[in-house]
């Protein structure tokens, strides 16, 4: 490095990193000095080297469908040798280090990830919520207010927020950590607070009981407390909680939807429960109750968010979702106004765009099936959605083919097979339209 011999310098931490995976460190510098060998050129390397990319993107899809996490990170870890400042490679590497444990790494890789792709909601959201599971929680919001900056009409936003400043409190006031009252007191800009926690407060739950107790009709109190619970994993209590706050709140709507938010993360850890059952069983009584329990899940989170959709009625995101929902119900009429109205949303369009190709094919309204789908694919990027690249060209290709549009056909199911040559039967369609 002192002699700036990057090439070098790059080939000694990419062995290190591979000899000890979890050193922070390591990962650092080697990031930093293949950085370096490109000239901080934020491309990285040449044309010809990149097409190496393709390969070690399908590889990296693979390994991580099959939840091998280590080739996975490893696989990844090549292909930033090529371009450091790739963002679904950073990200890659971010989701295997989570599921591997590694968070100080997974931290890193998302950081890294978001100085590329700046305005990319999806990576900033996972980003701020493997911070709040590391109750990093001022970096956290710091993260979520960058979140309101990119979608300025998501309303979960300030939602998130609030809840964030309550846990900060909490964490401030040495709640957690707190073995007495004594302790909390101890804090004098909690001492307030402190006063109304027994003697015998141990910790945060303890200390927030009391302050119900000592002022039950004080929203706040139930809902820091619901906030407590949900970091500690206890979604059935947060829930319950969140039930006493809407009555206190006299149904107050944005405390409702706290509650809403809590019911559905309770049905879908009870989906996530009895999925990890079925895994370990021959049962199929396992597998049926597994798939009752997703379709509860989804029908009730169509019926809060179409509650949602008309009270918030600016909030294009919203009508994404919902719409993206009641497609799994193959509700294409109901689905696609939605997708119209959130196609209006530059930020949504092109996702919008995609979708709304879907329901007009799956309705069988080829031609306008067609429009859409040519709409969205001039601005779909490879590097940034791979598979919503790969899908909207090879569904575009197939309605050309349906419509007999040839010429067309044989162009989109090209543009896949540049990226992906496995990618389902493009290959087989594209020499069948050829004539073999």
């Known amino acids: ?60 899809k693979k390994a991580k469908k099959k939840e091998e996490w280590e080739e996975a990170a490893a696989i990844a870890e090549e292909g930033l040798l090529i371009n450091p400042w790739d963002a679904q490679l950073n990200v890659d590497i971010a989701e295997a280090s989570k599921a591997l444990e590694r968070g100080e790494i997974a931290k890193f890789a998302y950081l890294q990830a978001i100085k590329t792709a700046t305005k990319d909601k999806d990576i900033h959201v996972a980003l701020a919520d493997l911070l709040e599971e590391r109750l990093e929680f001022e970096d956290c919001q710091k993260i979520w207010e960058r979140i309101a900056v990119i979608d300025p009409k998501d309303i ?54 009391h302050a119900i107790r000592k002022e039950p009709d004080k929203v706040e109190h139930y809902l820091t407390l619901a906030a407590q619970l949900k970091t500690n994993k206890k979604y059935e209590e947060s829930y319950e909680i969140l039930n006493k706050a809407y009555e206190i709140s006299a149904e107050d ?33 396992d597998r049926k ?46 689905a696609i106004p939605l997708l119209q109205k959130s196609s209006q949303d530059p930020r949504l ?62 162009h989109h199911f090209g543009e896949v097979l540049v990226v992906d040559y496995d990618y389902k039967d493009a290959l087989a369609r594209l020499e069948k339209l050829q004539g073999g």
């Open 1 to 60: 490095m002192d002699s700036s011999n990057w090439e070098m310098s790059v080939q000694m931490f990419s062995q290190c990193v591979k000899l000890v995976p979890d050193n922070l460190t390591y990962r650092q510098l080697l990031r930093s000095c293949t950085m370096k060998k490109y000239d901080d050129n934020k491309k990285g390397a040449g044309g010809l080297a990149k097409t190496k990319l393709m390969s070690i993107r399908g590889k990296v």
């Open 156 to 209: 979960e936003v300030s939602r998130k927020l609030s809840g964030l400043a309550a846990l900060q409190a909490t964490k401030k006031g040495n709640f957690e950590d707190a073995e007495s009252a004594s302790d909390v007191a101890q804090n004098k800009d909690f001492a307030s607070e402190a006063k109304s926690v027994s003697a015998k407060a141990d910790n945060a739950e303890t200390a927030l009981r």
């Open 253 to 285: 709507p944005s405390v409702k939807e706290q509650m809403e938010d809590a019911e559905l993360l309770l049905m879908k850890t009870n989906v996530d429960l009895a999925k990890e059952k079925a895994d370990e069983s021959e049962d199929p009584e």
């Open 289 to 334: 109750k597994v798939a009752a329990l997703s379709k509860e899940l989804r029908v009730r989170k169509i019926d809060i968010l179409t509650d949602r959709e008309v009270r918030h009625s600016q909030n294009m995101g919203l009508k994404l979702e919902l719409a993206t929902l009641v497609m799994q119900q193959q509700e294409w009429s109901r």
């Open 349 to 410: 369009k092109t996702k919008a765009l995609v979708l709304l190709g879907k329901c007009f094919m799956y309705d069988n309204k080829a031609a306008l099936a067609k429009g859409q789908f040519a709409r969205a694919v001039p601005d779909l990027d490879h590097d940034t959605s791979p598979d919503t690249y790969k899908e909207a060209h090879y569904l575009l290709a197939r309605v050309c083919e349906e419509t007999d549009d040839t010429e067309k056909a044989i």
